[in-house]
């Protein structure tokens, strides 16, 4: 099928019906067809990029990263499959691809990658490097779009019932930046949270990384330690119910 999709003499009908057959064969003519500069090829590649299947989104995707020519057009296609797919490496592809085409991305591209940077927050496991990476292409100050994806990501991990080991909380790799990054409002704001938990979910297991990163040594958290320590010893509801489960 490559072959014959790049000698471009396949009409449209059977094409057409070749791509309506399972999602296999629209996989298989995704990746090409981003490579073909033709009007039937733009058209049938942008509807395979918003394909139901994510087998065939990725094929589009693998499309526009291996492809020798790129458009905005075809970086916003790859944005939004990134977003849609809430996958940190799809993103980073696409946001590769920007960067070595030397394109730069316009402020409603900016916002579709912090978009599809934020679905990321939901992720059972993280891949630290790519995050960072992302993260610093699409926000150059990086402080505002990464506590708004650490917040999100302390409001999904507070939903959670699964086991640590089977779902990451915060990445090791954040402490860095959350620490040159980081302000006295963003500190207070985590005391707060954490003020207000029970102590029971990954999201407060999180937040004592974060608490611990962005200054272990401020009063306000001495003296959180302070109360905590005086709180009556009683079981986390989660874990005890967890406990009893196994």
Known sequence: MWRLLAT???????LTRW?????????LAATPLAEIDSEMATRLFRQLAGDESELVRRAALNGLRYGSATAEWKIRLGLEIARDLGDIDALETVLLVAENANFALAPDLIAIARDAFLTTAHAERLRDYQLVSALQKIDPDQHDLLFDWIWARLEWLAEESKLAWTIDTLPDTLCVLIREVGTTDDLSDALR???DSELDTLADEALVDLLQWLDPGADALTRLHGRQLRRPATPPPRRAAVAAET
């Open 8 to 14: 471009e003499t396949l009409d449209e009908p059977t």
């Open 19 to 27: 791509l309506a057959h399972d999602e296999q064969t629209r996989a």
């Open 193 to 195: 949270r954490f003020s």
